[in-house]
């Protein structure tokens, strides 16, 4: 039953990552400052995208999607109560291990990876999105920002943390970050829609696989 519910947990992740708009990206460094930027502000996090960036869902206190139409590029910004957990997830379903940066005191974790939208099953050159995720875990709370770039998007080049995505974009958008602490934080068992002492159990089945006990799943049968 729990093997069951970690794959559960796996289809419910998969789901959230396109719902936040689910790699690599290239380049060289042209600079951002010539792009202009534009300010952004909630109760969790507040700070500065490079270019013209304007809402499009504000709607939910604790997650918000701003779009950058010249660029084709959506960000979007949430915070949980335990990113870590969540990121841990993702890397259990093969997310490639983060580079890690540290800007105004706080430490990032930056994944780059893809996806492609909407119920198509089949990567291509014409439906691939590269995404760059960046986490940041506090003492009480976790930070996310998801940067999705479309198919046609002029920065939708693939390499790693050197390419144009990360310098002229997420790099100058972390240094501008102050991250918030605030209340009410949803939990990701919530999101998940499931007990936290459930969610509990299946993180544990998860490190110990991850560790290398793969008779974990075994006796989770039992």
């Known amino acids: 039953m729990e093997n069951k519910n970690l794959i559960i947990i796996a289809v419910a992740i998969i789901a959230i990552i396109a719902i936040v708009g689910a790699v690599f990206v290239s380049g ?6 010539d792009l ?18 304007s809402l499009v869902d504000g709607k939910q206190k604790y997650m918000h999607s701003y779009e950058d139409k010249e660029h084709k590029i959506t960000y979007n910004i949430s915070t949980v109560d335990n990113s870590t957990a969540l990121m841990d997830i993702y890397e259990f379903q093969g997310l490639s291990k983060p580079e890690e940066r540290n800007f105004n005191g706080n430490d990032w974790n930056i994944y780059f990876t893809q996806g492609i939208p909407g119920n198509n099953t089949t990567a291509n050159e014409n439906n691939t999105m590269n995404i760059v995720i960046c986490q940041s875990q506090g003492e009480k709370q976790g930070y996310l920002v998801y940067m999705i770039m479309d198919p046609k998007s002029d920065i939708n080049s693939t390499s ?15 240094e501008s970050i102050t991250l918030k602490e605030s209340k009410g934080v ?11 002492d459930e969610f509990a159990k299946q993180m544990d089945l998860l490190y110990q696989i991850k560790a290398g006990n793969t008779s974990a799943l075994k006796e989770s049968n039992r």
């Open 28 to 33: 060289v460094f042209n600079g951002s400052k």
């Open 36 to 53: 202009g930027t534009t300010p952004f502000k909630t109760d969790f996090m507040e700070g500065a995208f490079v270019g013209n960036v």
């Open 160 to 174: 790693n943390i050197y390419g144009k995505a990360y310098t002229d974009y997420v790099q100058p958008l972390l």
């Open 186 to 196: 949803p939990k990701i068992s919530q999101e998940l829609g499931i007990s936290d």
